[in-house]
C-alpha cells in the first residue's frame, strides 16, 4: 500500500520568510496529493492540491510542486504570517477510489 | 450548509469497554472515511464508507469496525479499548466519486484509563 513520509517534523520560521516542506510516496499509482493545515484544537483543512497531469499549482502565498519521477511533492509558502503556524499534513491518494493517506505532519512555527 | 458533526466530542472509558463513535457527514456527500490522530503518529487511515459499503480499510485490528446507513450517516466501534487506542478520532466526509477535498469535523476524543 501506499506510505508517505514528510519533512521536517518541525520547522521554525521568521516571519517574511519563506517554509518548504517536503513529501515522498510510494506507490507510483497516487494521482492526487493534497496538502491540509490544522490550527491548534481545530479540524484539518484543505489548503491546496495537485494531480499528477500537473507539475506546479500556485495559490496567492502557497505553492506545491509535484515530480512524479522522483515521487515526491513539496509545499512552498512565502512571506510567513504568524498565522500561518499550525500542523501541515501532505496527503496521496491512488486512483479514483483509494484511500489517502497522511503524511505524519509538519508543524510550522513562524515568530514575529 | 451544515459541516460534518461528530458525537460524543470527549469521552472518557476504561480498559476492556467498548465505544461508538458517531459522524453524519455534509448533506448530499456519500463517502466517509475514519481517521485516528496520535501525537507524532499525524493521520492514520482507519476505513472508508461509501453508500453503505466499506471501500477501503487501513492496517488496524479487527476490533475496530464501522458501518454505514442509507442515510450516509457513519459509526465507528472500537471492542475490547486498550490503553493505545487513547486519540482523536476524526471523521471526514465527502461526494466519494473520485479525487476531491476531504471535509474533516471535529473529532471526537476517546480516553481510555
Known amino acids: 500500500g501506499e506510505n508517505v513520509e514528510q519533512h521536517p517534523s518541525t520547522l521554525s520560521v521568521q516571519e517574511g520568510d519563506s517554509a518548504v516542506i517536503k513529501c515522498t510516496y510510494s506507490d507510483s499509482a497516487s494521482n492526487y496529493f493534497p496538502w491540509y493545515k490544522q490550527e491548534l484544537g481545530k479540524r484539518p483543512q484543505l489548503i491546496i492540491d495537485?494531480?499528477?497531469?500537473?507539475g506546479e499549482k500556485k495559490d496567492q502565498r502557497i505553492a506545491v510542486t509535484l515530480n512524479k519521477t522522483a515521487k515526491h511533492f513539496s509545499l512552498h509558502i512565502t512571506e510567513t504570517q504568524p498565522e500561518d503556524s499550525a500542523v501541515y499534513f501532505c496527503?496521496?491518494?491512488?486512483?479514483?477510489?483509494?484511500?489517502?493517506?497522511f503524511g505524519k505532519g509538519t508543524k510550522l512555527s513562524v515568530k514575529p | 450548509k451544515a459541516g460534518v458533526t461528530q458525537t460524543p466530542r470527549y469521552l472518557i472509558k476504561t480498559r476492556g469497554q467498548q465505544v461508538t463513535l458517531s459522524c453524519s457527514p455534509i448533506s448530499g456527500h456519500r463517502s466517509v472515511s475514519w481517521y485516528q490522530q496520535t501525537p507524532g503518529q499525524g493521520l492514520q487511515f482507519l476505513f472508508e464508507y461509501f453508500s453503505e459499503t466499506q471501500r477501503n480499510k487501513g492496517n488496524f485490528p479487527g476490533r475496530f469496525s464501522g458501518r454505514q446507513f442509507s442515510n450516509s450517516r457513519s459509526e465507528m466501534n472500537v471492542s475490547t479499548l486498550e490503553l493505545g487506542d487513547s486519540a482523536l478520532y476524526l471523521c471526514a466526509s465527502s461526494l466519494g466519486g473520485g479525487v476531491g477535498e476531504l471535509f474533516f469535523g471535529e473529532g471526537s476524543r476517546l480516553t481510555v484509563l
Open positions: 495537485i494531480r499528477s497531469n500537473v
Open positions: 496527503a496521496a491518494k491512488e486512483g479514483s477510489q483509494g484511500n489517502l493517506i
